[in-house]
């Protein structure tokens, strides 16, 4: 409490002056042009006492007041033709430099010239002293340009009594930026108080008096040295898993990690500490950006009625919104439930009725009501979001996964081939590559099921295939996320487990690229770069909310893999076409060949064999359905 009182009439002080510093600005110019105008009359004056060895009598004795006002109108010449005056540049910064040498070369040699011709015997300085005179003004009006900006910059210092200690972590030229955008600004929130670099040749580096404090391995001793609570993240691009051991060696010194918004902000100088926000799970797996040709998108988006299945979801929602931007004719959101279409349309939107043509309400399962929305609203290009999704659940009833997954795509491929759907998108799983489950397998038919309508319509019927997607709805993250939230413990199958993720925008971004660059038959699988160990996931989640949680370990569930594939055993990674979409084949599969039967036991054993199943794999009986 003590602290508090005695830290508020300084910050109160600071703000005042500050406020008077805004104040004078609107009359700075003339106040600078009276400090260059005193140091240059004081400049000569000081080299004329030093020729006449320090005797102040002799120099007013030569007529020095004679100078006076041919000084003063010498600068306020050169300083207006070189710009100084007319605020081409900030005050005191190093722009200002060349045009300050110039001003004073200038004031020396009219002051030369005039001292030698014009201002008679004796001469008000000697010669000599004109010259030293000349020096010492540059230095002077320099000086006084310094002395002004470091007062200012400090008065602009955010209070270390008011503001977090951060440490930079950076490795160039955004140091600078980071550093400068907070030391402006009187209001931040945070204030720089080390730098950490791992290039040996900037250990003895200051910037803006905020120094090195060493390297990564060197954390903790500067933490301790200059009493920082966090550490910014400020790299144009971080290598992957680089975020991850920069967040692991700060939460166990207890340092909590920031990061700085986007790339775009980093390199194009728009900075601000407004900008710098906490660790997001994306960032702790290293996501990189996407380079979407949007080009492309457009070309076939544009103008066309778009329909959406499973428009409500998590990946089928960001679909909608993407694609909203690209002007489509129509934008057709196709859901079973009613009110993840009203959220939909409520983000798109700003308002949700749920009385425009916008909205479909139909289950996939019923092929007659699908037709007739198709047959009525005739779209163009189709993106195939909906399915059942949660692999432990579809292992306990295969038949619900059968029917949504396989049935319903199958009634959704017919309906679009049968008014002449020019492009039809499947997104599909990386559990559908050498399946083991359940969701696998009813994906991998989905997608062979979408190569055998494309090998015969008239459009591009493709399926697209991608991992975990962070932050959807129930994802491992979300869960993660609400057991932290609950006290724990948090639970991990296997300290080994790993497996691909994505951001929604990301994967939705390359989804509607797929649409652009494929070939009828064909699955397009998405790079998301090296799979992620899970249990890493987990204890920098829970270093990062700072309580102290256990992670338990449950075991592998019935059908789930260790690792995920990206690929089947006969598929290759190709891309001709985009850097991170790999192109493969997939077998057809003609829909003459599914079940009849919907029993259980009988529709995993007819996936597991048309996808090339194990038997042995199925380690749990399913519920009588």
């Not at 270390?160 to 160039?172: K, N, T, V």
């Not at 619900?400 to 319903?408: A, C, D, L, P, Y």
């Not at 979300?478 to 300290?495: H, L, S």
Request: charged fraction near 20%.
């Amino acid at each position: 409490m003590t602290e508090r009182t005695s830290s508020a009439p300084k910050a109160s002080l600071r703000w005042r002056i500050v406020g008077g510093l805004a104040q004078i600005s609107r009359v700075a110019t003339p106040i600078r042009i009276v400090l260059d105008l005193s140091a240059w009359v004081f400049a000569i004056f000081i080299a004329g006492l030093l020729r006449f060895e320090m005797v102040v009598a002799e120099v007013f004795a030569q007529g020095f007041w004679r100078l006076v006002p041919i000084v003063v109108v010498l600068q306020l010449l050169t300083g207006t033709a070189t710009g100084l005056y007319r605020r081409r540049w900030r005050y005191g910064s190093f722009d200002e430099v060349a045009a300050l040498v110039a001003a004073a070369a200038l004031n020396m040699g009219g002051l030369f010239l005039l001292n030698q011709f014009y201002l008679g015997t004796p001469r008000p300085v000697p010669q000599s002293a004109m010259l030293l005179g000349g020096a010492i003004g540059l230095l002077l009006t320099a000086g006084v340009r310094y002395t002004w900006r470091l007062v200012t910059d400090y008065l602009r210092r955010p209070s270390l009594d008011d503001a977090e200690r951060l440490l930079i972590f950076s490795d160039g030229e955004v140091a600078v930026e980071v550093v400068a955008a907070m030391l402006r600004n009187t209001g931040s929130v945070y204030v720089p108080v080390g730098l950490i670099d791992d290039r040996r040749n900037r250990r003895r580096l200051s910037i803006q008096g905020v120094p090195v404090l060493g390297g990564r391995s060197e954390l903790k001793a500067a933490a301790e040295r200059s009493g920082a609570t966090a550490i910014l993240v400020a790299l144009p691009e971080p290598d992957p898993g680089l975020m991850g051991e920069i967040a692991d060696q700060a939460s166990s010194i207890g340092l909590r990690v920031k990061v700085l918004p986007t790339v775009a902000q980093m390199l194009d100088g728009s900075i601000s500490v407004a900008g710098i926000r906490n660790l997001t799970e994306a960032d702790l797996l290293g996501r990189r950006q996407v380079d979407t040709n949007v080009e492309e998108i457009v070309g076939y988006v544009q103008g066309r009625r778009v329909l959406v299945t499973g428009a409500g979801g998590s990946i089928g929602s960001e679909l909608c919104r993407q694609l909203s931007r690209y002007e489509p004719a129509e934008l057709i959101m196709l859901d079973r439930d009613e009110s993840a279409l009203h959220a939909v349309e409520m983000s798109i939107s700003g308002r949700a009725m749920l009385d425009t043509p916008n909205t479909a309400l139909c289950n996939l399962r019923d092929a007659d009501a699908l037709n007739r929305i198709f047959e009525e609203r005739r779209p163009e290009v189709v993106f195939h979001a909906a399915a059942l999704k949660h692999l432990p659940l579809l292992e306990q009833f295969p038949a619900e996964g059968f029917k949504t997954n396989v049935m319903g795509t199958l009634n959704t491929l017919q309906a679009a081939q049968r008014v002449g759907v020019e492009v039809f998108v499947n997104v599909s799983t990386d559990k559908a590559a050498n399946p083991t489950s359940v969701l696998g397998y009813s994906k991998r038919v989905a997608e062979r099921l979408t190569a055998h309508i494309g090998a015969k319509a008239d459009g591009t019927y493709l399926s697209v295939r991608f991992g975990n997607v962070l932050g959807s709805r129930g994802s491992v993250l979300v869960a993660f996320r609400e057991q932290i939230k609950a006290g724990g413990p948090v639970t991990v199958t296997d300290k080994n487990v790993t497996r691909f993720f994505m951001t929604v925008a990301e994967a939705v971004q390359l989804v509607i690229q797929a649409g652009a660059i494929s070939h009828p038959g064909e699955v397009l699988v998405l790079d998301m770069g090296e799979p992620v160990r899970i249990y890493d996931i987990a204890r920098r989640l829970i270093a990062q909310s700072g309580e102290n949680i256990d992670i338990a370990i449950t075991g592998l569930r019935p059908g789930e893999k260790l690792h995920e594939e990206l690929f089947s055993d006969d598929e290759a990674d190709h891309r001709p076409k985009h850097p991170l979409i790999s192109h493969a084949r997939v077998p057809v599969l003609d829909p003459d060949q599914l079940p009849s039967d919907m029993s259980p036991e009988v529709l995993f054993e007819w996936m597991r064999r048309v996808c090339g199943g194990d038997s042995g794999s199925r380690k749990t009986a399913v519920r009588t359905e």
